[in-house]
C-alpha cells in the first residue's frame, strides 16, 4: 500500500529553479485542507486509476525546532547528494539536514530537530525550495517508509508519501517525483501527486536510478529483473529498452541531463560502459583499475566530454569520452549483446596488437587522477568552473580539484574544507 497525502491548494508550491532558499522559515499557520489517495504496492506495472477516491486523512505538520548551540559535537553524515546541476549539495545528518553552495563554497542553511532528528534521505530540486527527506539512522526524525515534502519557504512539511517498505532513495524533476523502493519504484506527476507509473526492479538496496533533467521527455534509468540489466524508460516515445550491461550486479550508473548516455559500473568494480540509452548500443569502455572496487559514483560533465569516477580505493579518476549524446553511430560503438569486444583506445601503446595480448592491456585508462584516503567514501561531480571536480566524502570533507585535460596525471587541489565544523567555522 502506498499512500499519498498533500496540502490543497494554495499551500501547494508551484515547483521552480527560480526560487531560493530563505535564510529564516516563513511561519505560516493558516489552516488548510488535507486529501489522500492509495495504491497498490503490489498491482501490475500499468498505470493507476487516474481519479482514485479521495477521503480525509489529518496530517500531523511536524515543528522546526531552533538550531542548537555551535558547541554540540560535529554530527554524524547519513546522507550526501549533489543537486541536479551539481551547484549545491545535501547533507543528511543525525540530527537535521545541511545545503550547501559549491562555488563558492559556503552553508546556505541547516534545520536541526531536537527529537529524533536523522535524515537519511535529502534530494534537492535544483535551488528551490522544495525537498524531498526520508528518516535515517537509529532515530530517524520521520518513518523510513515515508518521503516527507518540504518547503523551506514555510520552514515544514506540506505532504507526505507512505509506503510498507523502507524508502531507499528519491528523484526529483520539476514535474516528477520518483520513489525508489526495494523492489518497486513508483513515479508522481509533481503538480498534483498522482501516481502515473510503478515499476518492478531486482532487489535495489542502494535505491539505484537516475532521471533526465532537460524540460520535456522524461528518461527514467533503473536497474531491471534481472543480475546486470538496466531499464531504460523512454516516456516521450513510451518505450522500454532493456540493457545487459554487466554479468554481475549494477554498483553504479549516471545519466546525462539529456537522458542519451549512460555510464554504467559492476559491483566488479574494474570497468565503466557508457551506452547509449535510445537503442542500447555500448559506446566506449574504460578501465577503472585490475583490482576489485566498490564504485561509490559516476558523474558525466556538462558537455558529456569527460567522465568522473569514484570507489573505496581512495582515487577520483577522470576519463577522456570520445562519444556525444545521439551518437549511436559512432564508429567505435558496439551492441550491448557483445560487451566483451575489445575497445579502440588511442591512448594504448599496444593497440597494434590488440587480440593477442589479455583485454587489460588494451584497456582505456583515466586521463587524471586524485588520491584520498583509501575506504572512505566520497561522491563526485564536475564543478562549474573549466575542468573541475567537486568531491564529498561522508567525513565531511569537500574538496575542488583541478584537472589538466591536456597532459592529465594528477589533479591540482584547489580548495579543501570540513563542512561539519561547528556554525562559527563558516
Same mark, same amino acid.
Given at each position: 500500500?502506498?499512500?499519498?497525502?498533500?496540502?490543497?491548494?494554495?499551500?501547494?508550491?508551484?515547483?521552480?529553479?527560480?526560487? =531560493?532558499?530563505?535564510?529564516?522559515?516563513?511561519?505560516?499557520?493558516? !489552516?488548510?485542507?488535507?486529501?489522500?489517495?492509495?495504491?497498490?504496492?503490489?498491482?501490475p506495472?500499468s #498505470?493507476?486509476? #487516474?481519479?482514485?477516491?479521495?477521503?480525509?486523512?489529518?496530517?500531523?505538520?511536524?515543528?522546526?525546532? #531552533?538550531?542548537?548551540?555551535?558547541?554540540?559535537?560535529?554530527? !554524524?553524515?547519513f546522507?550526501?547528494?549533489?543537486?541536479?546541476?551539481?551547484?549545491? $549539495?545535501?547533507?543528511? =545528518?543525525?540530527?537535521?539536514?545541511?545545503?550547501?553552495?559549491?562555488?563558492?563554497?559556503?552553508?546556505?542553511?541547516?534545520?536541526? $530537530?531536537?527529537?529524533? %532528528?536523522?535524515? +537519511?534521505?535529502?534530494?534537492?530540486?535544483f535551488?528551490?525550495?522544495?525537498?524531498?527527506?526520508? *528518516?535515517?539512522?537509529?532515530? #530517524?526524525?520521520?518513518?523510513?517508509n515515508?518521503?516527507?515534502?518540504?518547503?523551506?519557504?514555510?520552514g515544514?512539511?506540506?505532504?507526505?508519501?507512505?509506503?510498507?517498505?523502507?524508502?531507499?532513495?528519491?528523484?526529483?524533476?520539476?514535474?516528477?517525483?520518483?520513489?525508489?523502493?526495494?523492489?518497486?519504484?513508483?513515479?508522481? @506527476?509533481f503538480a498534483?501527486?498522482?501516481?502515473?507509473?510503478?515499476?518492478?526492479?531486482?532487489?535495489?538496496?542502494?535505491?539505484?536510478?537516475?532521471? !533526465?533533467?532537460?524540460? %520535456?521527455?522524461?528518461?527514467?534509468v533503473?536497474?531491471?529483473?534481472? /543480475?546486470?540489466q538496466?531499464?531504460?524508460?523512454?516516456?516521450?516515445?513510451?518505450?522500454? /529498452?532493456?540493457?545487459?550491461?554487466?554479468?554481475?550486479?549494477?554498483?553504479?550508473?549516471a545519466?546525462?541531463?539529456?537522458?542519451?548516455?549512460?555510464?554504467?559500473?559492476?559491483?566488479? %568494480?574494474?570497468l565503466?560502459?557508457?551506452? @547509449?540509452?535510445?537503442?542500447?548500443?555500448?559506446?566506449?569502455?574504460?578501465?577503472?583499475?585490475?583490482?576489485?572496487?566498490?564504485?561509490?559514483?559516476?558523474?558525466?560533465?556538462?558537455?558529456?566530454?569527460?567522465?568522473?569516477?569514484?570507489?573505496?580505493? +581512495?582515487?577520483?579518476?577522470?576519463?577522456?569520452?570520445?562519444?556525444?549524446?545521439?551518437?549511436?553511430?559512432? &564508429?567505435?560503438?558496439?551492441?550491448?549483446?557483445?560487451?566483451?569486444?575489445?575497445?579502440?583506445?588511442? @591512448?594504448?601503446?599496444?593497440?597494434?596488437?590488440?587480440?593477442?595480448?589479455?583485454?587489460?592491456?588494451?584497456? &582505456?585508462?583515466?586521463?587524471?587522477? $586524485?588520491?584520498?584516503?583509501? +575506504?572512505?567514501?566520497?561522491?563526485?561531480?564536475?564543478?562549474?568552473? /573549466? @575542468?573541475t571536480?567537486?568531491?564529498? *566524502?561522508?567525513? *565531511?570533507?569537500?574538496?575542488?580539484?583541478?584537472?589538466?585535460?591536456?597532459?592529465g596525471?594528477?589533479? =591540482?587541489?584547489?580548495?579543501?574544507?570540513?563542512?561539519?565544523?561547528?556554525?562559527?567555522?563558516?
Amino acid at each position: 500500500m502506498a499512500t499519498l497525502s498533500a496540502f490543497a491548494p494554495p499551500s501547494w508550491p508551484d515547483p521552480n529553479s527560480n526560487a =531560493t532558499f530563505l535564510s529564516e522559515p516563513i511561519d505560516d499557520t493558516s !489552516s488548510v485542507a488535507d486529501s489522500s489517495m492509495t495504491a497498490d504496492d503490489h498491482a501490475p506495472q500499468s #498505470p493507476p486509476d #487516474p481519479n482514485p477516491n479521495v477521503h480525509s486523512n489529518p496530517f500531523s505538520v511536524p515543528q522546526e525546532l #531552533p538550531t542548537p548551540p555551535a558547541s554540540r559535537s560535529p554530527p !554524524s553524515l547519513f546522507h550526501l547528494s549533489f543537486n541536479q546541476d551539481h551547484a549545491c $549539495f545535501a547533507a543528511g =545528518t543525525d540530527h537535521g539536514f545541511r545545503i550547501y553552495n559549491c562555488d563558492p563554497f559556503r552553508e546556505l542553511f541547516r534545520r536541526d $530537530f531536537d527529537n529524533g %532528528g536523522g535524515i +537519511g534521505v535529502v534530494e534537492m530540486l535544483f535551488r528551490c525550495n522544495i525537498l524531498a527527506i526520508v *528518516g535515517g539512522g537509529p532515530d #530517524p526524525q520521520y518513518p523510513t517508509n515515508k518521503v516527507m515534502i518540504w518547503d523551506d519557504h514555510q520552514g515544514r512539511c506540506i505532504g507526505e508519501l507512505s509506503f510498507r517498505s523502507v524508502v531507499r532513495s528519491v528523484r526529483l524533476r520539476r514535474d516528477r517525483i520518483v520513489v525508489v523502493l526495494e523492489q518497486k519504484i513508483y513515479v508522481y @506527476n509533481f503538480a498534483d501527486l498522482k501516481l502515473l507509473h510503478q515499476i518492478e526492479t531486482i532487489a535495489n538496496p542502494k535505491g539505484l536510478c537516475a532521471v !533526465s533533467q532537460v524540460a %520535456g521527455s522524461l528518461v527514467l534509468v533503473c536497474p531491471g529483473l534481472q /543480475k546486470g540489466q538496466v531499464r531504460v524508460e523512454h516516456y516521450g516515445s513510451k518505450r522500454t /529498452k532493456f540493457i545487459m550491461a554487466h554479468d554481475s550486479r549494477l554498483a553504479c550508473f549516471a545519466l546525462t541531463p539529456d537522458g542519451q548516455l549512460l555510464a554504467t559500473s559492476s559491483n566488479k %568494480g574494474t570497468l565503466v560502459r557508457i551506452f @547509449n540509452t535510445l537503442d542500447g548500443t555500448l559506446l566506449q569502455e574504460v578501465r577503472r583499475g585490475a583490482d576489485r572496487a566498490e564504485i561509490y559514483s559516476l558523474a558525466f560533465s556538462s558537455t558529456a566530454q569527460w567522465l568522473a569516477v569514484s570507489s573505496d580505493k +581512495g582515487t577520483v579518476h577522470v576519463f577522456n569520452l570520445k562519444v556525444n549524446s545521439g551518437s549511436s553511430g559512432n &564508429e567505435n560503438s558496439r551492441t550491448a549483446s557483445d560487451p566483451n569486444l575489445a575497445v579502440s583506445s588511442s @591512448n594504448s601503446s599496444l593497440s597494434f596488437i590488440r587480440g593477442v595480448l589479455p583485454k587489460y592491456f588494451s584497456s &582505456e585508462w583515466s586521463v587524471a587522477q $586524485f588520491r584520498l584516503l583509501e +575506504g572512505s567514501q566520497y561522491i563526485v561531480a564536475f564543478g562549474h568552473q /573549466k @575542468n573541475t571536480v567537486v568531491i564529498l *566524502g561522508m567525513d *565531511g570533507s569537500f574538496y575542488r580539484c583541478e584537472f589538466d585535460p591536456v597532459n592529465g596525471g594528477e589533479m =591540482t587541489q584547489l580548495e579543501y574544507h570540513n563542512f561539519l565544523k561547528p556554525e562559527e567555522a563558516f
